[in-house]
T-cell receptor, first 116, second 113 residues
């Protein structure tokens, strides 16, 4: 598609439950990025993919967080055993791979995760 | 480590005013700088991207400038309108292989009729 799609829009989980978020990048974009926005306007990079391969996971918490981008499927971000501090808006962005793209990222609308 | 600061944090102006939003960064070795707009409950919309070799970019009523040596960028909004009300974020990509942008905390703008 022409826009980055994220589902669901809102997700509510009890502490300790699993949460799974999905992202479909713009068609033709080979890079996908996940960000976490906990406090208003503070974006934290989590992980990026080049096609189905992890490109950079320096921002991913070592425990409970995992992500995948499989061929012909939306990318996913999964949080096992959610904690209150995981409550945030999770944004996905995609980018083209050609040199002229300048790494310009196009963002999805986000998934608001509330852990109660 | 790159740090990005945006001033002011919030701004409320009457319609029609010309505005300047500021973004400063600590490491001048940048690849590019991107200005975004975020509406409440929405994702980021890219407004302007300035490469390190450029000094400014313009789109409609928006003009973004870049001064690498002083570590500053400004976003100029001409003849502001209520529809410009949003949070404006600055994101800096450092050179030297790092392509992940560092975001500022944004300037929350309200333009009242």
């Amino acid at each position: 598609g022409e826009e980055v799609a994220q589902t669901p829009k809102h997700l509510v989980r009890g502490e300790g439950q699993k949460a799974k978020l999905y992202c479909a990048p713009i068609k033709g974009h080979s890079y996908v990025f996940w960000y976490q926005q906990v406090l208003k306007n503070e974006f934290k990079f989590l992980i990026s993919f080049q096609n189905e391969n992890v490109f950079d996971e320096t921002g991913m918490p070592k425990e409970r967080f995992s992500a995948k981008c499989l061929p012909n499927s939306p990318c996913s971000l999964e949080i096992q055993a959610t904690k209150l501090e995981d409550s945030a808006v999770y944004f996905c962005a995609s980018s083209q791979s050609n040199p002229g793209s300048k790494w310009e990222q196009y963002f999805g609308p986000g998934t608001r995760l509330t852990v109660t | 480590k790159q740090e990005v600061t945006q001033i002011p944090a919030a701004l409320s102006v009457p319609e029609g005013e010309n505005l300047v939003l500021n973004c400063s960064f600590t490491d001048s070795a940048i690849y590019n700088l991107q200005w975004f707009r975020q509406d409440p409950g929405k994702g980021l919309t890219s407004l302007l991207l300035i490469q390190s070799s450029q000094r400014e970019q313009t789109s409609g009523r928006l003009n973004a400038s870049l001064d690498k040596s002083s570590g500053r960028s400004t976003l100029y909004i001409a003849a502001s309108q209520p529809g410009d009300s949003a949070t404006y974020l600055c994101a800096v990509r450092s050179s030297g292989g790092s392509y992940i942008p560092t975001f500022g905390r944004g300037t929350s703008l309200i333009v009242h009729p």
